[in-house]
């Protein structure tokens, strides 16, 4: 058995393109793992544009993010899930409409829960909404399978800046100040913002962005 393992580790890497996307990955989100279990932030690929992103239930990982971006705690952040569980475990109630939102849209789609819970205090909106988008593949979707935690979403950019769409957009000044910087290679977002629809406790329903 040894020996079959030397000789193995002796082969140079296959030129598989696929298996060179999976090394790069797997790599990443460990990287990644390790700087957000250290409560600091990373500049990542989402599934729209390039975010600033920590641990969403970390209070003080989430501060950080506030202060690189300039921006008041009263304005609440954008989280993302992976899936149902974990949206549960961190909203009161999911309604049907909100169900059927994030099942049927076929574009990301960031959906304001009221009643947000078990989560840092100041990612949380004033009236107790949070902004949640359920991600569903790539990057992210791999990153918080491991993770098994949100992570806060927000754009990076320093506050009431334009929203850098590609990586190449993004400030010195950002990229100078996160923990780590993921791979681009692995950007396979849509290069815009989500749509954003907020969803009241009676049921109200309000698009503040198509």
Known sequence: MLRLLL???????????????????????????????????????TDTVWGLGCDATNEVAVKKIYTLKQRSESKSLIILVNNDAMLQKHVTEVSDL??????????PTTIIFPNAKNLAKNVIATDGSIAIRMIKEGF?????????????????????????????????EIISNVAYVVDASLDNGTHQPSALIKLGVNGEVEVLRK
């Open 98 to 107: 909100a169900w059927d939102l994030i099942d049927l849209t076929t574009s």
């Open 7 to 45: 000789k193995l580790l002796k082969k140079p890497f296959p030129e598989n393109h696929n298996f060179l996307i999976y090394y790069t990955l797997t790599n990443e989100i460990d990287k990644c793992i390790e700087v957000l279990n250290a409560g600091e932030i990373i500049l990542y690929p």
């Open 140 to 172: 992210c979707y791999q990153l918080m399978q491991k993770f098994r935690k949100p992570l806060v979403s927000t754009s990076a950019n320093i506050s009431n800046m334009p929203t850098p769409l590609t990586f190449n957009d993004i400030s010195k």
